[in-house]
T-cell receptor, first 111, second 114 residues
Framework: AQSVTQPDIHITVSEGASLELRCNYS??????LFWYVQSPGQGLQLLLK??????LVQGIKGFEAEFKRSQSSFNLRKPSVHWSDAAEYFC?????????FGAGTRLFVKA | SAVISQKPSRDICQRGTSLTIQCQVD?????MFWYRQQPGQSLTLIAT?????????ESGFVIDKFPISRPNLTFSTLTVSNMSPEDSSIYLC???????????FGSGTQLSVL
């Protein structure tokens, strides 16, 4: 069965600092992988996705993620965090039939 | 892309009653999904609703509690039956488009059970 683990419940970074949010997945083959962001009181917005090909994918708002098959990971990164990035981030895995979401990581940005 | 209209956007219900949530999509889609997001939690898949077949429920969810209809390729309903305060949550309809690239989400239904 497919599953997603986001080991960090919350992370605090200073504005302008770099960010990495961890995501590990479990699936028998290479799944589709996604990162979504949910701002307070808002819906879900897709940041980026990986299906195949280049393992480093670029997304919106300056985010990128790297797929590492050997580590079953799909970590999200941003070189310089802005205060508006404070939100909940969800990693998701899709084996072709359904999308399963991780528990989420709440990002706090301090001035 | 797909635009999803979900109704009602919010409701406050009494314990023991039922609420039916509607999901309308602006294009024909094969796969529709219903998720629940409890306060401060992630999204949990309730069931997959494909037109022409019975919904497939995830572990912990049963048809008697969450009956689903999928009469055509643009519409689905989820009913939350015999509600209790533990059912207070956001319920989200989502669809996967034909290119299979990502999920589109409705704006959700905020349900509070007293």
């Amino acid at each position: 069965a497919q599953s997603v683990t986001q080991p960090d419940i919350h992370i605090t970074v200073s504005e302008g600092a770099s960010l990495e949010l961890r995501c590990n997945y479990s699936y028998g083959a290479t799944p589709y992988l996604f990162w979504y962001v949910q701002s307070p009181g808002q819906g879900l917005q897709l940041l980026l996705k990986y299906f195949s090909g280049d393992t480093l994918v670029q997304g919106i708002k300056g985010f990128e993620a790297e797929f590492k098959r050997s580590q079953s990971s799909f970590n999200l990164r941003k070189p310089s965090v802005h205060w508006s990035d404070a939100a909940e981030y969800f990693c998701a895995v899709d084996g072709g039939f359904k999308t399963i979401f991780g528990a989420g990581t709440r990002l706090f940005v301090k001035a | 892309s797909a635009v999803i209209s979900q109704k009602p956007s919010r409701d406050i219900c009494q314990r023991g009653t039922s609420l039916t949530i509607q999901c309308q999509v602006d294009s024909q889609v094969t796969m529709m999904f219903w998720y629940r997001q409890q306060p401060g939690q992630s999204l949990t898949l309730i069931a997959t609703a494909n037109q022409g077949s019975e919904a497939t429920y995830e572990s912990g969810f049963v048809i008697d509690k969450f009956p689903i209809s999928r009469p055509n390729l643009t519409f689905s309903t989820l009913t939350v039956s015999n509600m209790s305060p533990e059912d207070s949550s956001i319920y989200l309809c989502s669809v996967r488009t034909g290119d299979n690239e990502k999920l589109f989400f409705g704006s959700g239904t905020q349900l509070s059970v007293l």
